[in-house]
C-alpha cells in the first residue's frame, strides 16, 4: 500500500516544487498532508487536480506519518522533525540543520545510495551548490579519484528564496525606469549586477556556503581529505546555478575518456557544440532534472586536472528533486 506523507513548507519555492515532482513521478501515495508554519496554514494547494488543505504544522498533525519532506529552514527543522521520527516517519531534511551530523546520511541518489541504510530517522539533503557539483565529478572520481577542486558558483536568486526571485524582477523593473533598486531581500542591488553570496563569514574569510561545499562533498564521497576550495557568487539570474569547476587528480585524465564516462553519467545531461560555443546555460537548465555538463577542457597550467562547466536548476535538481529521489532509493532498497 501506500505512503502517508507529509510535506513540511508546502507553501515555499521548494515545497510547491515537492508536490508538483511527486504528482509527476511514481512515489506511492496514500495520504498526503500539507503542512507549514501557522501564518501560512490556511492555504488550499492543489495536488495533481486535488485540492488539499495547508494545516499548521504540530505535534498532532506530525502523527502518523510514513515520510516527511522538510523544507522550511533549519530552526522549524529543529523543532519539528525529532516530534515527526518520534512518531514514526523518516525524515527526508532539505535544511543545514543535520547535514553535517554524524548519524545523519547526507544523500545524493546517483552517488552515495548506499548510505541511506543507516539513517537513523533523519536524512539530509544537501545544499544545492553541493549537489550539483557532485553528480557532476562523482563518475570521474570513481575513475580517478580526485585531488583538488577549485569551484565558482553563479547562484540564482532562487537560493534565497521565492521573495528573492520576485525582488530581482522588481529590481530590473526599478533600474529599467531610472529608480533606485529596492533591497528587501537582498542586502545590495543584484539586478545588472553580482555580489559575493551574503552568507556569515569565518575567520578565514570563507562563507558559510563555501564551507558547505567544502564539508558536503567530503561527508558524501567518503574523502574527509579532499582539498576543496569554492568562491560562491550570487548572480542575475532566477532558478539555476551554474559553477566552474578546475578538477585535479593524482595523474592526467585522458579527456575522451572523461568526455565518454559524462555523457553517460547519472544525472547528467552532457552539452556541447564547439562549433557554435554552445554549452550549459542556466536559462536552458531551468526547471529540468538533470544537471548539465559542459566546456570540458585539459587545464593547460596543470597536466593533472581538468576545467568543466555545469548548470543546475536550483529549486528542481538543488533541493525537491534530490529529496523525493531519497524517498525513491528508500523505497527501492527495501529501507521504508
Ligand atoms: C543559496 N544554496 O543559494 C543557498 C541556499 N539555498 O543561497
Known amino acids: 500500500q501506500g505512503l502517508r506523507v507529509g510535506v513540511l513548507g508546502a507553501t515555499g519555492a521548494v515545497g510547491t516544487e515537492i508536490l508538483g515532482i511527486l504528482a509527476q513521478r511514481s512515489l506511492p501515495i496514500a495520504d498526503l498532508r500539507l503542512l507549514a508554519s501557522p501564518r501560512s ?12 488543505p495547508v494545516q499548521a504544522v504540530s505535534a498532532e498533525t506530525l502523527q502518523g506519518l510514513d515520510l516527511i519532506l522538510a523544507s522550511a529552514g533549519a530552526s522549524v527543522s529543529r523543532q519539528w522533525l525529532p516530534i515527526a521520527v518520534q512518531a514514526g516517519a523518516i525524515a527526508i531534511d532539505n535544511s543545514s540543520a543535520y547535514r553535517m551530523e554524524a548519524n545523519v546520511p547526507l544523500v545524493v541518489p546517483e552517488v552515495n545510495p548506499q548510505d541511506l541504510k543507516d539513517h537513523q530517522g533523519i536524512i539530509a539533503n544537501p545544499n544545492c551548490t553541493t549537489i550539483l557539483m557532485t553528480v557532476a565529478l562523482w563518475p570521474l572520481h570513481q575513475v580517478r579519484p580526485i585531488r583538488r577542486i577549485i569551484a565558482a558558483t553563479y547562484q540564482s536568486a532562487s537560493g534565497a528564496g521565492a521573495k528573492a526571485m520576485q525582488e530581482l524582477k522588481d529590481q530590473a523593473l526599478d533600474i529599467l525606469k531610472g529608480n533606485p533598486p529596492r533591497t528587501a531581500a537582498f542586502p545590495y542591488p543584484l539586478a545588472f549586477n553580482l555580489f559575493p553570496h551574503n552568507s556569515p563569514l569565518n575567520d578565514q574569510g570563507y562563507c558559510q556556503e563555501e564551507m558547505k561545499m567544502i564539508n558536503e562533498t567530503r561527508k558524501i564521497f567518503h574523502t574527509p581529505d579532499l582539498r576543496l576550495s569554492a568562491t560562491c557568487v550570487r548572480v542575475p539570474v532566477l532558478r539555476a546555478h551554474s559553477e566552474a569547476l578546475n578538477v585535479e587528480f593524482f595523474e592526467p ?69 534530490n529529496a523525493v529521489q531519497i524517498a525513491e532509493s528508500l523505497i527501492a532498497q527495501g529501507l521504508i
Not at 496554514?41 to 488539499?52: D, S, Y
Not at 537548465?285 to 559542459?294: E, H, L, Q, R, Y
Not at 593547460?300 to 538543488?318: T, V
Open 41 to 52: 496554514a490556511g492555504q488550499t494547494l492543489t495536488f495533481a487536480g486535488t485540492p488539499l
Open 253 to 321: 585524465f585522458p579527456l575522451a575518456e572523461a568526455r565518454n564516462l559524462l555523457q553517460q553519467a547519472a544525472g547528467v545531461a552532457f552539452v556541447e557544440d564547439w562549433e557554435r560555443n554552445y554549452f550549459p546555460m542556466p536559462l536552458e537548465a531551468t526547471g529540468k532534472d538533470p544537471v548539465f555538463v559542459g566546456r570540458l577542457r585539459q587545464d593547460l597550467s596543470e597536466p593533472n586536472a581538468l576545467e568543466l562547466w555545469l548548470c543546475g536548476d536550483q529549486i528542481r535538481k538543488g533541493a525537491a528533486l
